[in-house]
């Protein structure tokens, strides 16, 4: 492949939304399918992006992504001469022509609006969970303390998705509930199919026969109904129950529980400590410590060092 050559990657179809939301599970649905390829979780295409949309530069790029975890995963070659642009775009290509496939993609989690600024024409999947199960799973995931704090996660993707939204043509967007794919995946899919512009294949199944994600389940929605505690059910809908509302779900009928400035500080204090305590049983005090103090005081040679060690640990994880 000539890696100069950035093909024709105009209109990528990029799947956006909160982590733990079940976009894992719709990336393998779409990576299956005969005629998409599709990345997995692959933030590096825009989170170097500044917060005022200038891009980053290419030698500044290349070094940073050298060192990123998930990058490396995906298993793609940099070419040092492109510019940026051309070189995010040149990566899709990568897969596309890997995946020998005539659509391309990728999932992205946060700062998904600034994708419009490469790619302008691109098509948008907004995959959204109930923001309850949401929280639950991120403090399963040992990266928030408490179901409040968690609910940041859900609450921060769908203020993103308002911003990204009102930025595209009604044509480029699709929204879809990951209750309504759990239920029935096969009309769901069918719907997604038709907005793509493929036409719906059974092989969109066929993840389950390659990875660790079973077929679609009922009984993992509305989870929170049986696993949140009340205390916390009811500071979770006071923080996100009227966005709730509005994206269809019920709430619990408990009394919502406002949280005030004071409390809302406590409640993120408990759960960063809560966060670091998993982090020392999972990589261990001497690393912990060094990574933060390499962090704090700017050692980029050793705090590079230490992530790969921390990185090597999460790897042997992965099932």
Not at 79 to 107: C, H, I, M, P, W
Not at 274 to 303: A, D, I, K
């Amino acid at each position: 492949m000539d890696m100069n050559n950035t093909g024709d990657i105009n209109a990528p179809i990029f799947l956006v939304g909160s982590e733990r939301s079940g976009t894992t599970l719709l990336r393998l649905m779409l990576d299956h399918h005969p005629e998409i390829a599709f990345n997995l979780e692959s933030e590096f295409l825009v989170t170097r992006i500044s917060h005022d949309g200038k891009f980053p530069n290419p030698n500044d790029y290349v070094d940073w992504l050298k060192y990123d975890r998930v990058f490396r995963h995906s298993g793609f070659k940099i070419s040092e001469g492109l510019a940026y642009q051309n070189l995010v775009s040149n990566f899709l290509l990568q897969k596309r022509e890997r995946d020998g496939k005539r659509l391309v993609g990728a999932t992205v989690h946060h700062a998904f609006s600034k994708l419009v600024l490469v790619w302008p024409k691109a098509k948008f999947i907004y995959l959204f969970r109930d923001g309850r199960d949401v929280a639950n799973s991120v403090v399963q995931m040992g990266w928030a303390g408490n179901p409040y704090v968690a609910s940041e996660w859900w609450l921060s993707a769908e203020q993103e998705w308002d911003v990204l939204r009102a930025s595209l043509d009604r044509e480029q967007w699709i929204e879809m509930r990951y209750e309504d794919l759990a239920c029935d995946a096969m009309a769901e899919l069918e719907r997604l199919c038709g907005f793509l512009g493929v036409e719906f294949s059974e092989r969109m199944f066929d993840y389950a026969q390659h990875s660790t994600y079973g077929l679609p389940d009922a009984r993992l929605t509305y989870q929170w109904k049986r696993k949140m505690k009340p205390r916390d059910l009811s500071l979770v809908e006071g923080r996100i129950g009227q966005r709730l509302v509005a994206r269809g779900y019920e709430l619990s009928g408990l009394a919502p529980r406002a949280v005030g400035p004071l409390r809302d500080g406590l409640l993120h204090l408990v759960s960063r400590a809560s966060c670091l305590r998993n982090r020392v049983v999972r990589f261990g005090f001497p690393l912990v410590v060094q990574e933060l103090l390499s962090r704090r005081l700017s050692f980029r040679g050793w705090n590079r060092a230490v992530q790969a060690r921390i990185d090597a640990i999460v790897d042997a994880e992965i099932r």
